[in-house]
């Protein structure tokens, strides 16, 4: 059973940055503690790219110094001096260490950036069969005619196997998406029965630095610039050797201006610009010659509150800047989500993750960590794509979470709120929202159609049509019907919006499910390694013992849609038959109901949390019970006491807490708290999609 892989590419600048991180993206669901190594780095002065975006990203736990064995001058050196063989040998000590701590270790090969690449290529298959890897082969695509690009699929094939290599698959990055097609069919109808090829699209936005990728590389003083804007992609730069009015002409969308210090001007009209619906928004402006703007200037461009143009200055002048610029490459770095979301789609959109997944053949485990749990329920919403909506289209959170579910092919979304003004906030945060739908509901066709409907269902509680009118022009309301006429699959809301906004819609308008109570939550508690489900934690103040068992079926069929096995603990201040006292009876009552309503269900009831977690307790207070110790599921008698213990665990413990998952109602929507992170907005919105899925037709 595979326990490693290694990344090998066969020239420069093949985008191993990319398939790096579509494989520690897949691996990570797959194997419980994914370690990643690179036998030769370039240097020991400036920590490495890659090393430093791939521990960043995926919360690495060893040691940077362990990651990674020599430096490219080490490696040379000792090559030189004829010691190839304990070069080898020291790589193999450096792994074996990293190797005693993980189930898996990626390895990612040297960057051709050293000696010749006959060399390169000979000392990475060594290296690979000395560490007992198969080899994934990277290929450039860019610039390379279909034919070029089989012949050097062919020919990756052949020296690996001339070199004693296990070929995994062979990746080929940056191909021309025009010839993506007609690559793949050379692939199927040339090389069948072998190691799988998979063909992935050059990308403008991955293939482009960043403003601040850019002042780092030509040791440029950030003037004016906050890390998002430093984020943004230059598509192109322009030297500003002409008078304003001309040179506006010229501008483009991700332009990088490029202009002398003292051009005041220039840098007033570009900054203007971005401000402009007139003209496109600019990446940024590059000052040269070291030279200062005036003070008046200075004075003016600090009045931007919310320029959206970052301003950085370099001492070259700016010809040599101009040159400089040619030399800056695009990295992959962990604070730009929007091109790490990007790299992902590319990767997972077109590579079979199955088949490599199943060929890399990762060590199963039944440990779930936070980053498996979280992956996973993107893969799964991924799967069979559902259409969401969001009412709270102009929230910046919102935004920079439908651009990433966006990247990275998750969901079809439907933002609610005034266009021009979603276009507005979206533009100035430099984010890409093309061909997510915009719908105010104030202007839109389908409101006069909405209130009818809404009218219908609630004329029997006198409301008038004219209510009914104003109900569709609220977000909660219009997101809600959609929902309910099939516009939509689900909806997720809460941000900026209460509880009680983004139920009540759904109590009016999609119910509850027949032979459900009542609407109840769960929260999804990524524990180190495991997922708990805690319920309700977020709705019901003080449940009765019918609603109580009520809670306890609805958590057990959210559990069973998340691939958690139900085993539920009825949790009370008293365990078994020892307890007297209202509050117990109340337990020991639903968890009657609910074995009487559900007796296929494995349920304990009353029980104390120790009990039901720790195999220890378990076995002095309720040695016979299979529950106890073990539960998966936790309700709790009330919302004081769920509400209380999932924020004690999730503080204390550092559980990732993914909710409130509503459920109980005909269709899928989802309340987000209003200290929601980007990341808890994309987790909710994958989860409304699988509920949406395992609800499909029914």
């Known amino acids: 059973m595979a326990k490693n892989l290694y990344i090998a590419a066969m020239e420069p600048r093949s985008g191993k940055s990319v398939i790096a991180l579509g494989l520690m993206e897949l691996l990570s669901r797959r194997v419980r503690n994914v370690g990643f190594f690179r036998p030769v780095i370039p240097s020991r002065d400036q920590p490495d790219k890659e090393l430093n975006l791939i521990r960043t990203r995926y919360n690495l736990s060893h040691p940077y110094e362990d990651l990674y064995a020599h430096t490219h001058e080490e490696a040379r050196s000792m090559t030189a001096g004829g010691q190839y063989?304990?070069?080898?040998?020291?790589?193999?000590?450096?792994?074996?260490?990293?190797?005693?701590?993980?189930?898996?270790?990626?390895?990612?090969?040297?960057?051709?950036?050293?000696?010749?690449?006959?060399?390169?290529?000979?000392?990475?298959?060594?290296?690979?069969?000395?560490?007992g890897c198969p080899v994934l082969a990277t290929i450039s695509g860019r610039g390379k005619s279909p034919d070029r690009v089989t012949a050097a699929v062919l020919g990756a094939r052949e020296v690996f196997r001339a070199q004693g290599c296990t070929l995994l698959a062979t990746i080929?990055?940056?191909?021309?998406?025009e010839d993506v097609a007609a690559i793949e069919q050379t692939y199927t109808d040339k090389t069948k029965e072998e190691a799988p090829v998979y063909i992935l699209p050059e990308n403008e936005i991955l293939g482009r630095p960043t403003v601040g990728e850019i002042a780092r590389t030509l040791d440029g003083a950030i003037i004016r610039g906050a890390p998002d804007a430093l984020r943004r992609e230059v598509l192109d730069?322009?030297?500003?050797?002409?008078?304003?009015?001309n040179f506006l002409d010229h501008i483009s969308e991700g332009t990088l201006?490029?202009?002398?210090?003292?051009?005041?001007?220039?840098?007033?009209?570009?900054?203007?610009?971005?401000?402009?619906?007139?003209?496109?928004?600019?990446?940024?402006?590059?000052?040269?010659?070291?030279?200062?703007?005036?003070?008046?200037?200075?004075?003016?461009?600090?009045?931007?509150?919310?320029?959206?143009?970052?301003?950085?200055?370099?001492?070259?002048?700016?010809?040599?800047?101009?040159?400089?610029?040619?030399?800056v490459c695009a990295v992959l770095t962990p604070d730009n989500d929007r091109k790490i979301a990007t790299a992902l789609g590319v990767f997972e959109t077109h590579v079979d993750l199955k088949e490599l997944g199943d060929r890399i053949d990762a060590?199963?485990?039944?440990?779930?960590?936070?980053?498996?749990?979280?992956?996973?329920?993107?893969?799964?919403?991924?799967?069979?794509?559902?259409?969401?909506?969001?009412?709270?289209?102009?929230?910046?959170?919102?935004?920079?979470?439908?651009?990433?579910?966006?990247?990275?092919?998750?969901?079809?979304?439907?933002?609610?709120?005034?266009?021009?003004?979603?276009?507005?906030?979206?533009?100035?945060?430099?984010?890409?929202?093309?061909?997510?739908?915009?719908?105010?509901?104030?202007?839109?066709e389908q409101r006069k159609k909405y209130a009818e409907v809404y009218w219908e269902m609630r004329k029997h509680k006198a409301i008038h049509m004219d209510q009914a009118w104003d109900a569709m022009g609220d977000v909660n309301y219009f997101g809600t019907m959609m929902v309910q006429q099939g516009a939509a699959d689900g909806m997720v809301s809460g941000a900026i919006h209460t509880t009680q906004a983004t139920i009540r819609p759904a109590l009016e308008i999609i119910r509850t499910q027949p032979g459900r109570s009542i609407v109840s939550s769960v929260f999804l508690?990524?524990?180190?390694?495991?997922?708990?489900?805690?319920?309700?934690?977020?709705?019901?103040?003080?449940?009765?013992?019918?609603?109580?068992?009520?809670?306890?079926?609805?958590?057990?069929?959210?559990?069973?849609?998340?691939?958690?096995?139900?085993?539920?603990?009825?949790?009370?201040?008293?365990?078994?038959?020892?307890?007297?006292?209202?509050?117990?009876?109340?337990?020991?009552?639903?968890?009657?109901?609910?074995?009487?309503?559900?007796?296929?269900?494995?349920?304990?009831?009353?029980?104390?949390?120790?009990?039901?977690?720790?195999?220890?307790?378990?076995?002095?207070?309720l040695p016979e019970s299979e529950i106890a110790g073990r539960a998966t599921v936790f309700i709790f008698p009330d919302l004081n006491t769920g509400n209380n213990t999932y924020k004690?665990?999730?503080?204390?413990?550092?559980?990732?807490?993914?909710?409130?998952?509503?459920?109980?109602?005909?269709?899928?929507?989802?309340?987000?708290?209003?200290?929601?992170?980007?990341?808890?907005?994309?987790?909710?919105?994958?989860?409304?999609?699988?509920?949406?899925?395992s609800m499909k037709g029914a």
């Open 85 to 131: 063989e304990p070069l080898l040998k020291s790589i193999v000590d450096r792994y074996k260490k990293l190797e005693s701590h993980c189930d898996f270790v990626l390895c990612e090969g040297t960057d051709f950036t050293g000696v010749s690449s006959a060399f390169e290529f000979e000392f990475n298959a060594d290296v690979a069969n000395n560490l």
């Open 525 to 621: 508690m990524c524990l180190e390694d495991r997922v708990l489900v805690y319920g309700d934690c977020a709705i019901n103040p003080d449940p009765n013992p019918e609603q109580l068992a009520d809670i306890a079926i609805s958590s057990t069929e959210t559990a069973q849609k998340f691939g958690i096995e139900p085993r539920i603990a009825m949790l009370s201040y008293s365990t078994g038959a020892s307890g007297k006292g209202e509050d117990v009876e109340k337990v020991r009552e639903a968890t009657l109901i609910a074995r009487k309503l559900r007796p296929d269900l494995k349920i304990e009831g009353p029980i104390q949390y120790d009990a039901a977690v720790d195999a220890g307790v378990a076995r002095t207070k």
């Open 363 to 444: 060590a199963p485990s039944t440990r779930v960590t936070p980053i498996m749990f979280e992956y996973d329920l993107i893969d799964r919403a991924r799967s069979d794509r559902r259409h969401i909506v969001l009412p709270e289209g102009t929230d910046e959170r919102i935004l920079r979470a439908s651009e990433i579910l966006g990247r990275r092919n998750v969901v079809d979304i439907t933002l609610l709120g005034t266009e021009e003004e979603v276009r507005h906030k979206s533009g100035l945060l430099g984010l890409n929202l093309d061909g997510i739908p915009i719908v105010d509901p104030a202007r839109s």
């Open 237 to 245: 730069f322009k030297i500003a050797a002409m008078r304003l009015p």
């Open 172 to 177: 080929v990055n940056r191909v021309n998406p």
């Open 648 to 693: 004690a665990v999730q503080r204390s413990a550092g559980a990732v807490a993914v909710g409130p998952v509503l459920q109980g109602l005909n269709k899928p929507v989802n309340d987000l708290s209003r200290g929601c992170t980007v990341t808890d907005i994309v987790n909710t919105v994958a989860i409304t999609a699988i509920q949406a899925q």
């Open 257 to 327: 201006v490029i202009t002398p210090g003292d051009r005041g001007d220039i840098i007033l009209g570009s900054l203007v610009a971005g401000y402009a619906d007139t003209y496109p928004t600019i990446a940024g402006l590059l000052l040269t010659g070291g030279l200062e703007p005036e003070p008046q200037i200075v004075k003016l461009i600090e009045g931007l509150s919310e320029s959206p143009a970052p301003i950085v200055s370099v001492e070259t002048d700016t010809y040599t800047t101009a040159m400089n610029l040619n030399s």
